[in-house]
Nanobody, 121 residues
Framework: QVHLVESGGGLVQPGGSLRLSCAASGSIFSIDAMGWYRQAPGKQRELVAA???????NYSDSVKGRFTISRDNAKNTVSLQMNSLKPGDTAVYYCYAYISPFSFTGWSDYWGQGTQVTVSS
């Protein structure tokens, strides 16, 4: 009933920019945190950036100063503006949300399907 849909991945040259977006849809009562994770080949999935409903934001040290996360709470969307991209940013990027649905009382983790970001010359 609750789904996260990502878009915006692709191929970009080093130093370039890319913007990812994610929309949560379905029978949603409330959303707390939303954010982005990524997983590169042979590596563990790691947090890239996250934003809570209270406005607290945190970034991975590797992207701080280059990436910006933003939310539109009215639309249940979150985006990630990625600037000054490096080859090390190449990964599958996953949208994340911590959501309380109408179907039950409580909170659950939800993940998007992932979108490929490739930074290469």
């Amino acid at each position: 009933q609750v789904h996260l849909v990502e878009s915006g991945g692709g191929l970009v040259q080093p130093g370039g920019s890319l913007r990812l977006s994610c929309a949560a849809s379905g029978s949603i009562f409330s959303i707390d945190a939303m954010g982005w994770y990524r997983q590169a080949p042979g590596k563990q999935r790691e947090l890239v950036a996250a934003s809570t409903s209270g406005g607290s934001i945190n970034y991975s040290d590797s992207v701080k100063g280059r990436f910006t996360i933003s939310r539109d709470n009215a639309k249940n969307t979150v985006s990630l503006q990625m600037n000054s991209l490096k080859p090390g940013d190449t990964a599958v990027y996953y949208c994340y949300a911590y959501i309380s649905p109408f179907s039950f009382t409580g909170w659950s983790d939800y993940w998007g399907q992932g979108t490929q970001v490739t930074v290469s010359s």
